[in-house]
C-alpha cells in the first residue's frame, strides 16, 4: 500500500446520514490533511492536524489522527448532497530536523456520493 | 481556486510536440506545486519550487521540466520525452511556513494523441 491510502474507495450514503473516510500511512509526519474535489476540478483544503493532536473539528468535519496505529479518519456528519465529492488524505512527512519542506503525499481517494 | 489561474482549461497536442501549463498566482506565496492525477488516482509531485529561481523534482519529474523566473508564475513544460502525458495536472501554492495547507488552481487536463 502507498503512503496516505484511503478507505473505503467508494461510499454511497443517504442525505443526513454520516460519512467515515479513513487514511493509513506509512511514515512519519508532521501533519495530516484532508481536501476535497468536486469532479474536474482543483482540491479544496478542509482541515489539517498535526502530529501531536489526536481529534479537531471544523463545522460538520470532525477528524481524528492516531500516530500510533499510523491512521486518520474523517467523518462528516448530517451529509448533504452538495457533499457529493472524492476526499483526499495527505501527509507532510517529517524529515531530518523536523522539517517537511511542504511536500505533500496523497492518497487515491474516496468518493463519496450522498444521495438526496 | 481563487487567486491561482490556470490556462487553458483543456489542452489538445498531438504526440511529439512540447506543450507549457500555464500557473499564475497572486496569493504572495513562495511556494509551488505542480502535481499530476490519472483518473480515479491521487495526485502525484512533479515538480516544486519555494523561491524563486530554485525548483527540485517531485516524484515523477522526468519527461517535465519547469522554470520559476518570478513569484507568480510557475509553467510546467511536458516534453515528448514523457511517455504518458495525457493526464489532469493541477497547480499549487503554499502560504507561511507554519501554515502547511496547499492552495490549488482549477487544473488543466491536458490530451495526446
Known amino acids: 500500500s502507498q503512503q496516505g491510502e484511503e478507505d473505503p474507495q467508494a461510499l454511497s450514503i443517504q442525505e443526513g446520514e454520516n460519512a467515515t473516510m479513513n487514511c493509513s500511512y506509512k511514515t512519519s509526519i508532521n501533519n495530516l490533511q484532508w481536501y476535497r474535489q468536486n469532479s474536474g476540478r482543483g482540491l479544496v483544503h478542509l482541515i489539517l492536524?498535526?502530529?501531536?493532536?489526536r481529534e479537531k473539528h471544523s463545522g460538520r468535519l470532525r477528524v481524528t489522527l492516531d500516530t500510533s496505529k499510523k491512521s486518520s479518519s474523517l467523518l462528516i456528519t448530517a451529509s448533504r448532497a452538495a457533499d457529493t465529492a472524492s476526499y483526499f488524505c495527505?501527509?507532510?512527512?517529517?524529515?531530518?530536523?523536523?522539517?517537511?519542506?511542504?511536500?505533500?503525499?496523497f492518497g487515491q481517494g474516496t468518493i463519496l456520493t450522498v444521495h438526496p | 481556486d481563487g487567486g491561482i489561474t490556470q490556462s487553458p482549461k483543456y489542452l489538445f497536442r498531438k504526440e511529439g510536440q512540447n506543450v507549457t501549463l500555464s500557473c499564475e498566482q497572486n496569493l504572495n506565496h513562495d511556494a509551488m506545486y505542480w502535481y499530476r492525477q490519472d483518473p480515479g488516482q491521487g495526485l502525484r509531485l512533479i515538480y516544486y519550487?519555494?523561491?524563486?529561481?530554485?525548483?527540485q523534482k517531485g516524484d515523477i519529474a522526468e519527461g517535465y521540466s519547469v522554470s520559476r523566473e518570478k513569484k507568480e508564475s510557475f509553467p510546467l513544460t511536458v516534453t515528448s520525452a514523457q511517455k504518458n502525458p495525457t493526464a489532469f495536472y493541477l497547480c499549487?501554492?503554499?502560504?507561511?511556513?507554519?501554515?502547511?495547507?496547499?492552495?490549488f488552481g482549477p487544473g488543466t487536463r491536458l490530451t495526446v494523441t
Open positions: 519550487s519555494q523561491i524563486v529561481n530554485d525548483f
Open positions: 499549487a501554492t503554499r502560504g507561511p511556513v507554519e501554515v502547511d495547507e496547499q492552495y
Open positions: 495527505a501527509t507532510a512527512t517529517r524529515y531530518a530536523g523536523g522539517t517537511s519542506y511542504g511536500k505533500l503525499t
Open positions: 492536524i498535526r502530529s501531536n493532536e
